[in-house]
């Protein structure tokens, strides 16, 4: 069964830093891409970050310098640093596996990390 | 940066009665376009990608069409459990990007 965990989330200052970590099961992050994305309250969805099975990064303009996605092949997991964090960085934060074969549709979706940036 | 664009924002529909969602992008994404289903306090979930393909386990009343610049995800016979907010979203290009989502709503 694949599943995804996230975990890590909470509650920081504005300009703080936060690590979101992402447990997979079922399948390995070293051969399919994972990607984040969040939920600001009441909003759509918003693309930020893809990990690509060769290693290469992806980030969306409004977190690119901020944000780091990174993985550990040997324990299955997808890490986000987020960095300066803003008050518009508020949102649920959902770890995602892409659908394969360069189609970067989502097919699967953890839970969602809640992240609240406010002093 | 390709900009979906998803109408109506709200839809009224009642129980057995035919929905159709519309999804525009601002240029070609060819048919890399999924379609996603979500309940309040709940994660997304894939119903159709490729435009057209459903995914595992989704009932055949959810039906997805269109290429290039519209496309629409039709829901036949709703029942309670598809009262909620669908997306699209584009992966023809980067960044990926969704569409500011549809409310089925009971009418």
């Known amino acids: 069964e694949v599943r995804l965990v996230e975990s890590g989330g909470g509650l920081i200052q504005p300009g703080g830093s936060l690590r979101l970590t992402c447990v997979v099961y079922g399948f390995s992050v070293s051969t399919n891409d994972v990607t984040w994305v969040r939920q600001a309250p009441g909003k759509g969805l918003e693309w930020v970050s893809i990990i690509h099975t060769d290693g290469r990064e992806v980030y969306a303009d409004s977190v690119r310098g901020r944000f780091t996605i990174s993985r550990d092949n040997s324990k299955d997991m997808v890490y986000l640093q987020m960095n300066s964090l803003r008050a518009e960085d508020t949102a649920v934060y959902y770890c995602?596996?892409?659908?394969?074969?360069?189609?970067?549709?989502?097919?699967?979706w953890g839970q969602g990390a809640p992240v609240t940036v406010s002093s | 940066e390709i900009v979906m664009t998803q109408s109506p924002a709200t839809l009224s529909v009642s129980p057995g009665e035919r929905a159709t969602l519309s999804c525009r992008a601002s240029?070609?994404?060819?048919?890399?376009l999924a379609w996603y289903q979500q309940k309040p306090g709940q994660a997304p979930r894939l119903l159709i990608y490729g435009a057209s393909t459903r995914a595992a386990g989704i009932p055949d009343r959810f039906s997805g069409s269109g290429s290039e610049t519209e496309f629409t995800l039709s829901i036949s016979s709703l029942q309670s459990g598809d009262f909620a907010v669908y997306h699209c979203q584009q992966y023809n290009d980067w960044p990926l990007t969704f569409g500011g989502g549809t409310k089925v709503e009971i009418k």
């Open positions: 240029q070609s994404v060819s048919s890399n």
């Open positions: 995602a596996r892409a659908g394969g074969d360069s189609a970067f549709y989502i097919d699967f």
